[in-house]
């Protein structure tokens, strides 16, 4: 017999945004173009790696503490906790994800973007966000996060975004 028609529509969400939280577990890669690990090379001395604090479990609050992975992307690593982050998360070229880019493209081309480090990933190509996605619990797109000069959750949107709010947010996040 199936769904009502108002639950057909929640129950089609609800299994498009598991099928989307799955592909985005699956992910995984640093976007290292050559698919190499330097640290696994015979030439490489071996280091001891830091510990690395676990993905939280949940979603992220204003005032959560980012830290990066072992997958974590190493231009997003550099930044974290140095200068403010802005990551952006889109799926492919619908009008929403166009959006968010053009948001963030806006704000990037600003003098509120100077000293800022933006990364925008297509979560749709599946491959250079590493584990990002776990390690500031994004799980629908698009997704925007600003993280403050101090590794903190400034501001986390998933929907759409305007370059107003998201000027606002990154000057604060200075």
């Known amino acids: 017999m199936g769904f009502p028609p108002g639950r057909r529509t929640r129950a089609a969400l609800a299994v498009a945004t598991a099928g989307l939280a799955l592909a985005l577990a699956a992910c995984g890669g640093d976007g290292d173009a050559a698919g190499v690990d330097p640290a696994a090379s015979p030439d490489v001395p071996a280091i001891a790696a830091a510990p690395v604090a676990p993905a939280p479990s949940g979603p992220l609050t204003q005032g959560d503490v980012v830290t990066p992975g ?3 992307p190493a231009g997003v690593k550099a930044a974290l906790g140095k200068r403010p982050v802005v990551l952006a998360f889109v799926y492919g070229r619908s ?3 166009q959006a968010v880019r053009a948001a963030v493209g806006k704000v990037r081309a600003s003098s509120t973007g100077t000293g800022v480090a933006f990364f925008v990933y297509d979560v749709s190509k599946r491959g250079g966000f590493g584990d990002l ?6 799980t629908e ?15 986390l949107w998933t929907g759409l975004v305007d370059a107003e709010m998201l000027t606002q947010s990154v000057a604060a996040a200075k």
């Open 95 to 97: 009008r929403d994800e």
């Open 133 to 138: 996605t776990t390690r500031v619990a994004v």
């Open 141 to 155: 797109t698009p997704a925007v996060v600003v993280i403050g000069a101090d590794g903190r959750v400034a501001n």
């Open 70 to 72: 072992k997958k974590t």
